[in-house]
T-cell receptor
Framework: DAKTTQPNSMESNEEEPVHLPCNHSTISGTDYIHWYRQLPSQGPEYVIH???SNVNNRMASLAIAEDRKSSTLILHRATLRDAAVYYC???????????FGTGTRLTIIP | NAGVTQTPKFQVLKTGQSMTLQCAQD?????MSWYRQDPGMGLRLIHY???????DQGEVPNGYNVSRSTTEDFPLRLLSAAPSQTSVYFC????????????????FGEGSRLTVL
């Protein structure tokens, strides 16, 4: 299975944009890029996913590189509630397994 | 909206005891799965099911049994608990598409914290 690489931790100031990077150099053409986050003492929650084009929803934006070997999750205006571990995951359509790595721990500075 | 419900939220067992972690979803999802999360680590897939009567192993299945008799329920059984099974367990569910792959998001429960002494 293709793997993802994320920084272990990042910090950002409250009310500023946050760019969370993810490298997936061995991605295949049928791999979707999923992002989840896990708030303290909670189960993971879905953030966004995409295949080739950039995607936006109410929570975040997903920017996918043209060669698809990397992607960036963008939180447009960080709040304290956005402090969480963010997981970048590759999902191969037809594969029933979603494999989580260790993610990026995002700290928001008031 | 109930979503994915896990019980119990906390459990302490002695080595060798057995127990079942319950998971129920009310979204008519075909796909259900169990993960475990150890301190400072990501989630690891234990078992999953793509429909009633169908289950398969994930990354770390040893020591755990599952069954899927209904669409709504997916219990996880520990037959003889060991200290290495001390962890937080998460159940998740999702729709499956016409191509039989997962669609969109996994919905997670709040977790069950298990301690084995």
């Amino acid at each position: 299975d293709a793997k993802t690489t994320q920084p272990n931790s990042m910090e950002s100031n409250e009310e500023e944009p946050v760019h969370l990077p993810c490298n997936h150099s061995t991605i295949s053409g049928t791999d979707y890029i999923h992002w989840y986050r896990q708030l303290p003492s909670q189960g993971p929650e879905y953030v966004i996913h995409g295949l080739t084009s950039n995607v936006n929803n109410r929570m975040a934006s997903l920017a996918i590189a043209e060669d698809r070997k990397s992607s960036t999750l963008i939180l447009h205006r960080a709040t304290l509630r956005d402090a969480a571990v963010y997981y970048c995951i590759l999902y191969s359509f037809g594969n029933e397994k979603l494999t989580f790595g260790t993610g990026t721990r995002l700290t928001i500075i008031p | 909206n109930a979503g994915v419900t896990q019980t119990p939220k906390f459990q302490v067992l002695k080595t060798g005891q057995s127990m079942t972690l319950q998971c129920a979803q009310d979204m008519n999802h075909e796909y259900m799965s169990w993960y475990r999360q150890d301190p400072g680590m990501g989630l690891r897939l234990i078992h999953y099911s793509v429909g009633a009567g169908i289950t398969d192993q994930g990354e770390v299945p040893n020591g755990y049994n599952v069954s899927r008799s209904t669409t709504e329920d997916f219990p996880l059984r520990l037959l003889s608990a060991a200290p290495s099974q001390t962890s937080v367990y998460f159940c998740a569910s999702s729709w499956r598409g016409p191509g039989q792959g997962l669609i969109g998001e996994l919905f997670f429960g709040e977790g069950s914290r298990l301690t084995v002494l």
